[in-house]
């Protein structure tokens, strides 16, 4: 069992695990338990770093902060309330780059608001602002795939290092949960 006290006396925990196990299902059918009975509590404004060999259920823990996972055992709480599903308020860097190779990069960038219900007019609006920030407007209609668009690809794979993902993440203020975090 492990367990972090927040600093802050009285704080609502940004990111709350009590109890928390996961456990998978093996192609062989027997049960692997990735998390066993984690309590965890981060106060709102500190930084934590999971640090631990291959394995030892990093991302697993990650994934169930974000909500892309629920625990098998245990709860898992963003500032006071129960993770039930995908929580807009959580930003999840990925290890790898993910992008939907068939897709234009304004669909690409539109892609995370979308997924939160941000309606596509508002979703375009905002792609739109953040690749004029990046320098990337005159690109945005080409089709990441293209064979006629190698460095421009180059260039928004670039933008997609692990570093302006979490970057970008934490200017919208959200907790960050990722393993790309270990290439800062």
Request: net charge positive; aromatic share 6%; glycine share 10%.
């Amino acid at each position: 069992m492990v367990h972090v006290s927040p600093h802050k006396a009285g704080a609502v925990p940004a990111i709350e695990l009590t109890g928390a196990t996961k456990r998978f299902r093996t192609p062989s059918g027997t049960l692997h338990t990735a998390v066993r009975d984690l309590d965890l509590t981060v106060a709102p404004g500190e930084f934590v770093a999971v640090v631990g060999p291959t394995g030892c259920g990093k991302s697993t823990t990650l994934t169930l902060v974000s909500g892309l996972e629920e625990p098998t055992e245990g709860e898992v709480k963003v500032h006071g309330e129960h993770v039930d599903g995908i929580n807009p308020h959580v930003g999840f860097v990925f290890q790898q780059d993910a992008v939907f190779p068939w897709r234009t990069v304004l669909s690409n960038v539109m892609a995370g608001p979308r997924f939160r219900g941000v309606p596509k007019a508002e979703a375009r609006e905002r792609a739109r602002d953040w690749l004029a920030r990046v320098g990337l407007s005159a690109f945005e209609d080409p089709s990441i795939d293209s064979l006629d668009v190698r460095a421009r690809r180059a260039r928004l794979v670039g933008w997609h290092s692990s570093r302006d993902r979490v970057g970008f993440a934490l200017r919208r203020r959200r907790i960050v949960s990722g393993s790309a975090v270990d290439r800062l």
